[in-house]
């Protein structure tokens, strides 16, 4: 009798825990109903093609737009390269615009599946300014953190100077400060070979000059990775540094403490 | 005993920890639940037939104390000589409390565990900021030098820091030239 109470009381303490749980699944697990008419289907699918193809219009011009700011930014474009970009990137934006008005209109579903396919494979500029903008972008942004470098190097050249006038040896501090600026000038060199070879794709060759956009950005990354190592460089030298003030220091307190005291 | 706590933990771990439902809620329930089930088990073993008070007779029998209504006058005048013992049902409410105890004691540290599991466990932002940057073209290089504490070059340090922004922008830059390569139009079929 106590068994089977206990058994009792135990399946319904689970079962009070459980049944949301499986209510849970079956709320999941129901299928909407199927609706056989087959004109409202069509109907449906016409709609979910518009959504898609608005919705994948308005991506690009998003993004078409967000391009226009990076491209104002870029210092290493003239003010005519600038509004080229500018005039282009628009010509698109106003293509792309005109062409979700058709695909609103559209009642014919050829016509809609050709002109919402369209959105991918008449629209090449879009294809070819996204990574041409983005690697422009980045190769200035290389360029500019070259700039601050160099400045930062001066300094250092500055402190290793003065350290070299008090007699200290600076000879291995002095190699690491040349490295530096190695390092940093191929960054520039870098920087400056990604915009050169970017800047003469046209839109026509897509997707034919994948390769050359494949090469500035790797072009970007050794770059970057020049300027890592010369900070890596800068980071030594001012440890360097430190470590000869520490020294100085300790010499210093050590001359001090050695101080003969004087006789009584 | 642990083999009557397993299947509950199995449960409860399967209900519990596998949901959004908030830590505290489970211990609580995990600790009244066991308390639930060995108080029960203590209700129920102590629902065995009463055992009577046993009083020696002066032969030496023993006669229930229970008071008989049909005894004589003589018999209930017996000299009354009572001899307390431990009940047995007593000993087995010890036992039960015993258990009781040892059951919350674990119910606890398997609780505890438990917390200790989840608080532990890092949650997915924390994970993607372990494994942050595993693009294909950051090459994660640990790029900030943000100056130490103990500097003594204002000047330096100042520089140092603006060197340190500019390069998390280029960074996000670099990642950016990847998405453009990676663009992924809305599915248009």
Redesign the interface.
């Known amino acids: 009798m106590?068994k089977v109470?206990?058994f009792i009381?135990l399946v319904s303490?689970?079962f009070s825990?459980?049944t949301p749980?499986y209510a849970m699944e079956n709320g999941v697990m129901q299928k909407p109903v199927m609706v056989n008419d087959s004109s409202k289907s069509a109907e449906n699918k016409v709609e979910r093609?518009n959504d898609?193809?608005n919705?994948?219009i308005n991506?690009r011009v998003e993004l078409l737009n967000k391009l226009i700011t990076k491209i104002n930014s870029v210092k290493r474009l003239t003010p005519a390269q600038k509004l080229s970009f500018v005039a282009e990137i628009q010509t698109e934006i106003s293509s792309l615009q005109s062409l979700s008005g058709k695909i609103k209109s559209d009642t014919d579903p050829l016509v809609l599946k050709a002109d919402?396919?369209s959105?991918?494979k008449s629209y090449k500029v879009y294809?070819l300014f996204?990574?041409k903008?983005?690697?422009i972008?980045?190769a200035d942004?290389?360029a500019?953190?070259a700039d601050?470098?160099s400045?930062?190097s001066a300094?250092?050249k500055t402190?290793i100077d003065v350290a070299k006038t008090a007699g200290t040896d600076v000879s291995s501090l002095e190699t690491l400060l040349a490295d530096m600026n190695a390092k940093i000038a191929d960054a520039k060199t870098q920087a400056s070979n990604a915009i050169g070879v970017v800047l003469p794709l046209t839109p026509d060759e897509y997707p034919g000059n994948v390769a050359i956009?494949?090469s500035a950005?790797k072009t970007?990354?050794a770059g970057?990775?020049d300027?890592?190592t010369a900070?890596q460089d800068?980071?030594k030298i001012?440890k360097g540094l430190?470590g000869e003030?520490m020294e100085k220091m300790g010499s210093e307190s050590a001359k001090v403490t050695k101080e003969p005291e004087p006789t009584q | 005993m642990l083999a009557r706590l397993f299947p509950f933990l199995a449960i409860e771990w399967r209900l519990f920890g596998s949901c959004d439902i908030s830590l505290f809620y489970f211990i609580l329930t995990l600790l009244t639940r066991y308390k639930f089930w060995f108080t029960l088990n203590i209700v129920m073993d102590n629902q065995e037939p009463v055992l009577q008070q046993q009083t020696p007779t002066p032969n030496g029998a023993s006669v229930a104390s229970t008071p008989d209504l049909n005894a004589s006058p003589a018999q209930n005048q017996a000299p009354i000589q009572t001899q307390t013992t431990t009940l047995p049902s007593q000993e087995v409410k010890k036992g039960n409390g015993k258990k009781l105890l040892v059951g919350l004691v674990i119910a606890t540290i398997v609780a505890l565990g438990v917390f200790a599991i989840f608080s532990l466990r890092p949650t997915p932002s924390i994970k993607k900021s372990v494994n942050g940057g595993k693009s294909n073209s950051s090459q994660t290089v640990n790029t900030s030098i943000a100056p130490s504490p103990t500097s003594t070059d204002p000047q330096l340090d100042q520089e140092t820091q603006k060197i340190d922004n500019s390069m998390k922008n280029l960074d996000k830059d670099v990642k950016s030239v990847d998405q453009g390569f990676n663009d992924t139009p809305v599915n248009l079929n």
């Open positions: 106590k109470f206990s009381l303490l689970l825990t459980i749980v093609l898609r193809a919705k994948e991506r919402v396919q959105v991918i294809l996204v990574p903008i983005e690697i972008a980045a942004r290389l500019n953190v601050e470098m400045s930062y300094k250092l402190r956009f494949q950005r970007i990354q970057r990775l300027l890592v900070l800068g980071q001012r430190k003030k």
